[in-house]
């Protein structure tokens, strides 16, 4: 079975730094772009931040220059360092990636189960 697990949120106060792991885990074969997700009550889904295999990433002009997403390959595991929060940042965040496994030939989209951030004084 695959599985992305998300760890790190809680609460901070605005100005505050916080870093969220996600580990995958099962028969992986190889993890493609991995991404950062958000969710907040009352608005959209957003994409944050994603990065490619070869270590490309792309913000959202709205964590653009404060958020720097990372991953380690060989420990399957991806990391968002989080700084300067601001209430607006309040949301659950989700990692999900295109992952193959061994014992297919093409990939599939697998999604953690969220992680709460929340950014208040």
């Known amino acids: 079975q695959v599985q992305l697990v998300e760890s790190g949120g809680g609460l901070v106060q605005p100005g505050g730094s916080l870093i969220l792991s996600c580990a995958a885990s099962g028969n992986i074969r190889i993890i493609y772009t991995m991404n950062w997700s958000r969710q907040a009550p009352g608005k959209q889904r957003e994409l944050v931040a994603s990065i490619t295999i070869g270590n490309t990433t792309t913000y959202s002009d709205s964590v653009n220059g404060r958020f720097t997403i990372s991953r380690d390959n060989a420990k399957k595991t991806m990391f968002l360092q989080m700084n300067n929060l601001k209430p607006e940042d309040t949301a659950i965040y989700y990692c999900?990636?295109?992952?193959?496994?061994?014992?297919?030939?093409?990939?599939?989209?697998?999604w953690g189960q969220g992680t709460q951030v929340t950014v208040s004084s």
């Open positions: 999900h990636a295109p992952i193959r496994t061994y014992t297919e030939s093409t990939s599939r989209d697998y």
